[in-house]
RNA sequence: GACCCUGUAGCUCAGCUGGAUAGAGCAACGGCCUCCUAAGCCGUAGGUCGGAGGUUCAAAUCCUCUCAGGGUCGCCA
């Protein structure tokens, strides 16, 4: 529990038995105390409520509940400084400060633990995002996803969650087939033969790029041999560079999978047939039509829905099934996954298979991604200027760079619709929201580097009652309210919380940096604020890792 | 037709498990470098929170209806 949780937990504790002395309520009749920290500091270091919502119990007006409960609180003890009672009847306290400095000194020694938290009490929860179709490139939603995604999961990790990233391949479905299919083709042009790409054919340069390594290792041998023979080769090699490419890619996004599951392993290992037998042993398919039907309909779904398709294969549902199904048997609580919006349509028949199959519907949770629009000079950017295809998460990372990418992308609400501003992105300037944040971490790691020249060193048990000026209270109390910040944007599933945490933190940097000086002949006080600003740092660097940014020391 | 997302300052968005005069960035305007990085700071201006009802002591936030934009509705994946 971090020291602002345990400061408000005290001042939790003595309103409460406030109320009960101050004879407004029975114990049983306080709601849950509710302490926040207000947008205006004329307002306090905290404020309550509590006085508002008691005033159908106590049957009297909240302000003078409000003054019978600041009567009989014990102030000393919940550790304020002095109150106010404002409005239609907040209370509003203005804390003792020495817990300021407190917060400070425990991110020095600890900074490991800072920003972490229990509240995920070690549930293993399951996070499969990105699972593009290894056919092609990652495009802006995909970069999306990913950047979402591997940021939801440190969010999680650092609240206390037991996390695993999964990427689920879909190798198995005809999409494969028309993969072998077009690398057979550019193959075959490539060795001289007529061969024309299937209609629906795959036509990215990747696919010709591969054709080009074959022949180069292999030379012309598939150009007269067997054809499955060729073709399952061509599998082979198609799908391990398709997925050599897309994890290249990522990881330089810095997103790594623990696991990537490969969705023709249900069908080597019999994970399918099993559940679609489970399913019709629960009553919750049928015959009709000459296919099989899942009754999705019984879980609110607007319609059932078909398994096995009247040509004995199955629809795309059904292996995805066996999917969930295996994670849940792989000892998941949770499972989340990150789809694309043109996906939400699928979520109540998957919501449906899940409890069709005997598991609780919020086992399963699905975090929509929306459209990302990208403009450029104020003109909407439809198609990449280099290829004429959509707009690759490569060619993102290398005009944009991947700090700005991934800050962009963790900067908005996943499930709303996303215009990427691709001149402010790449913008050096004070317009960009990512160099900003950046440059408050190289302010500190330049006033770090001085005062070590000076013969200063941040030492963690600065005396750090001598910072009194405002500017160092705005600032301390901000760092202080980093873990609070993590555990919300974790438990709200919102990355987003995370960079307006960040950006506010280096304003306030900003700010006292204009303010007040650092290295000064005051020894005292230059320690004080080495510490100060160090802790600083740390947060910075840890909010910033957080949606996958560096923080540099220079710039 | 059904469902999902969105509609808040000129622009891009926070705030939405109800609370104090609705916040931030950019753009606009006015100031600040003999001083630890001016990629910075300080200030001014700018809003019928799409619209209409309703619930409440209190609504941008909850409910109903409605308008506008985007998306999805396959025995594709």
């Not at 919006?341 to 298979?353: F, K």
């Amino acid at each position: 529990m971090s020291q602002m949780e345990e400061l408000k937990g005290k001042l939790k504790e003595q309103l409460h038995q406030a109320v009960v002395s101050a004879g407004l309520a029975d114990a049983s009749e306080i709601p849950e105390i509710v302490i926040e920290t207000p947008k205006d500091k004329a307002h306090g270091d905290f404020a309550t409520n509590l006085a508002m919502q008691l005033a159908r119990v106590a049957k009297k007006a909240p302000r003078a509940i409000a003054e019978d409960i600041a009567s009989h609180v014990d102030r000393s003890e919940a550790g304020i400084r002095e109150l106010d009672i404002a409005g239609p009847g907040f209370i509003n306290f203005f804390m003792q400060t020495d817990y300021l400095g407190d917060i400070i000194q425990s991110v020095l020694t600890h900074p490991e633990a800072f920003g972490t938290s229990d509240i995920g009490g070690g549930k293993k929860v399951q996070v499969e995002f990105v699972s593009a179709n290894p056919t092609g490139t990652l495009h802006l939603g995909h970069a999306r996803g990913a950047a979402v995604g591997d940021s939801l999961c440190n969010l999680l990790e650092a609240a206390g969650y037991d996390v695993e990233r999964e990427y689920y391949i879909n190798d198995a479905g005809n999409q494969i087939d028309n993969l072998v299919y077009s690398l057979e083709a550019r193959y075959l042009q490539e060795v001289g033969e007529p061969a024309e790409m299937p209609e629906d054919g795959y036509q990215g340069e990747d696919i010709i790029g591969f054709a080009k390594e074959i022949v180069e290792n292999y030379g012309d041998r598939f150009k007269d041999s067997d054809v499955e023979k060729r073709r399952a080769f061509f599998r082979e090699y198609g799908l391990k560079r398709e997925l050599d490419k897309l994890k290249a890619d990522l990881e330089e996004f810095r997103v790594s999978f623990d696991h990537w599951f490969s969705e023709s392993s249900l069908y080597d290992e019999n994970k399918i047939q099993p559940v679609l037998d489970d399913l019709a042993a629960r009553g919750k398919t049928y015959e009709a039509d000459g296919a099989t039907w899942f009754r999705s309909t019984e879980y609110g779904d607007d319609k059932d829905r078909v398994l096995i398709k009247n040509d004995g294969t199955f629809t795309y549902l059904t292996p995805d099934i066996a999917y969930h199904k295996d994670k849940l048997n792989r000892g998941f609580e949770e499972l989340v996954n990150i789809w694309g919006a043109d996906h939400h349509g699928y979520i109540p028949r998957m919501q449906a298979a899940i409890q069709a199959l005997g598991y609780e519907k919020e086992q399963m949770s699905v975090q929509i991604i929306q459209m990302v629009n990208l403009f450029e000079n104020g003109e909407k950017v439809k198609m990449s200027k280099r290829t004429g295809n959509a707009v690759t998460m490569r060619e993102l990372m290398e005009e944009v760079g991947i700090d700005a990418t991934r800050y962009f992308f963790a900067m908005r609400a996943a499930e709303t619709h996303l215009d990427f501003d691709l001149t402010l992105a790449k913008s050096e300037s004070n317009e960009n929201p990512v160099y900003y944040v950046q440059y408050a971490h190289a302010r500190i790691c330049s006033m770090l580097r001085q005062a070590d020249e000076k013969g200063f060193t941040v030492n963690p048990d600065a005396d750090l009652s001598v910072l009194e000026s405002e500017k160092d209270l705005d600032l301390m109390k901000k760092v202080g309210e980093f873990p609070e910040a993590v555990a919300d944007a974790a438990t709200r599933r919102a990355p987003h919380r995370i960079t307006n945490y960040v950006y506010d933190l280096a304003q306030t940097l900003h700010s006292f940096y204009n303010a007040e000086k650092v290295i000064t002949d005051n020894e005292e006080r230059t320690h004080a604020r080495l510490a100060l600003v160090e802790a600083v740092r740390i947060t910075l660097k840890k909010a910033l890792a957080l949606v996958g940014v560096n923080a540099p020391e220079k710039m």
